[in-house]
């Protein structure tokens, strides 16, 4: 059970990196430069975050680790809300409710694929 929740871990780094992008495309606006730290440690992130899911994709079923990076959305979501003060709109918290009942049914189908014995 405690695989399930090392896809946390690519999620978060793909929520961090995707914050870093977004203040590096801030700087990038003001100083007119195409790279600066925050660009490079936000794709160093989601580089690393690609290597760590090769090994998540070892232990953890496909589908169900994939469904549960859709979380990401929900995340990137919130960080733009709090840090950057976008917009959310009703459609973006219909969308949410959508995601989060669609990963619960997957694990809820995961759950009971474990329990069963082979079959």
Same mark, same amino acid.
């Given at each position: 059970?405690?695989?399930?929740?090392? %896809?946390?871990?690519? &999620?978060?780094?793909?929520? %961090? +990196?995707?914050?870093?992008?977004? &203040?590096?495309?801030?700087?990038? %606006?003001?100083?007119?430069? #195409?790279?600066? #730290? =925050?660009?490079?440690?936000?794709?160093?992130?989601?580089?690393?975050? +690609?290597?760590?899911?090769? =090994?998540? !994709?070892? %232990?953890?079923? !496909?589908?169900?680790?994939?469904? #549960?990076?859709?979380?990401?959305?929900?995340?990137?979501?919130?960080?733009?809300?709090?840090?950057?003060?976008?917009?959310?709109?009703?459609?973006?918290? &219909?969308?949410? =409710? =959508?995601?989060?009942?669609?990963?619960?049914?997957?694990?809820?189908?995961? #759950?009971?694929?474990?329990?069963?014995?082979? +079959?």
């Amino acid at each position: 059970m405690r695989k399930y929740f090392l %896809v946390l871990i690519p &999620i978060i780094m793909v929520t %961090v +990196g995707q914050i870093l992008s977004k &203040i590096g495309v801030q700087h990038i %606006v003001e100083n007119k430069n #195409l790279v600066n #730290l =925050f660009i490079i440690l936000g794709y160093g992130l989601l580089i690393l975050r +690609g290597t760590i899911w090769i =090994f998540i !994709l070892r %232990v953890v079923n !496909l589908s169900f680790a994939y469904s #549960l990076m859709s979380l990401t959305y929900i995340f990137i979501l919130a960080v733009s809300y709090f840090f950057f003060n976008e917009t959310i709109r009703v459609s973006n918290i &219909i969308g949410t =409710f =959508f995601i989060m009942a669609g990963v619960s049914f997957m694990g809820y189908g995961e #759950l009971k694929n474990m329990r069963e014995p082979n +079959g």
